[in-house]
């Protein structure tokens, strides 16, 4: 995304308009889905948060500020949902052709911890986000972000113990797996 083509969106050109959408649509999928767990929640509010970035689009003067927007609300709108995901409708799991016993528990366990924990881990392990930017997508300082995530790794592991590393991988694949077609995007 480049300053031209966004500042041609605010003018409401349709190719630069279609171009800022889909500058971070796949990301805003993968994260919906992976922080509400269920697939229709999670398209409906991608769906949602599309319809509210043209309103405030006027507002980005450069690439950093959709990148910020994007992160930041699509965090505080997830929040929102109802936690409690029934593990058979997780699509965390449910994107796994015969998800592994340790994987399923992995799983599990990541969706009991505390909601800014489950962010953390998964933003940062799934969208590879690093410290400032997961402070900006979770609204806290850095510090406060970090904290989450060292709670959220040592939970995990020591549910998963020397099979951390496995299962937090297998995770990040699954996660990279809610992106979009490229035709759908």
């Not at 599309?50 to 309103?55: E, H, T, V």
Request: proline share 3%; with cysteine.
């Amino acid at each position: 995304l480049t300053d031209s083509t966004l500042a041609a969106a605010r003018a409401n050109k349709r190719w630069a308009l279609e171009e800022v959408l889909s500058y971070r649509y796949g990301r805003l999928c993968r994260m919906t889905l992976a922080l509400c767990g269920r697939e229709k929640t999670g398209n409906l509010i991608a769906r949602d948060i599309l319809a509210r970035s043209l309103d405030i689009l006027s507002t980005w003067e450069s690439p950093l500020d959709v990148e910020n927007w994007f992160l930041h609300f699509t965090v505080l709108i997830c929040r929102r949902q109802e936690r409690g995901i029934d593990p058979a409708q997780d699509c965390l799991l449910r994107r796994v052709d015969k998800p592994s016993p340790a994987y399923q528990a992995f799983i599990r366990a990541l969706r009991q911890l505390p909601g800014q924990q489950q962010e953390a881990f998964i933003l940062s392990r799934g969208e590879q986000l690093e410290a400032r930017q997961l402070a900006v997508a979770m609204d806290c300082s850095t510090a406060a972000a970090a904290n989450h995530l060292i709670a959220a790794t040592k939970s995990l592991t020591a549910i998963a113990g020397a099979d951390f590393q496995a299962q937090a991988t297998a995770m990040s694949r699954v996660y990279a797996s809610l992106t979009p077609m490229h035709e759908t995007i």
